[in-house]
């Protein structure tokens, strides 16, 4: 079992930054990859990236280039460094644990387990 809180979210300008947290608890976090995924009001949930329990990542194309996943694991934490924020990336982002380590995938589906969510509110 994994429990995941997120942290780091907030109200920031359009064209500012954020960094978002995420820690686990438990000893097997090298053997989950993890992702970020986002719902804004009225949307379904969406895929932002993903990482690898070795670190190798992915994005989405609306934030390629603009936000980086990585993760730490000696301390249990993966992050979503977030710059050029715009309006439309207003949402609750979410942390998740894919059983597969080696995984990059951008289905929901695949993820056991999630974190609470933390809001994001870029304002234009």
């Known amino acids: 079992q994994v429990e995941l809180v997120e942290s780091g979210g907030g109200l920031v300008q359009a064209g500012g930054s954020l960094r978002l947290s995420c820690a686990a608890s438990?000893?097997?976090?090298?053997?989950?990859?993890m992702g970020w995924f986002r719902q804004a009001p009225g949307k379904e949930r969406e895929f932002v990236a993903a990482i690898t329990s070795s670190g190798g990542s992915t994005s989405s194309d609306s934030v390629k280039g603009r936000f980086a996943i990585s993760r730490d694991n000696a301390k249990n934490t993966v992050y979503l460094q977030m710059n050029s924020l715009k309006f439309e990336d207003t949402a609750v982002y979410y942390c998740?644990?894919?059983?597969?380590?080696?995984?990059?995938?951008?289905?929901?589906?695949?993820?056991?387990?999630w974190g609470q969510g933390t809001q994001v509110t870029v304002s234009s």
């Open positions: 438990g000893r097997t976090f090298t053997s989950y990859s």
């Open positions: 998740a644990a894919n059983p597969s380590r080696f995984s990059k995938s951008s289905d929901p589906t695949y993820y056991y387990h």
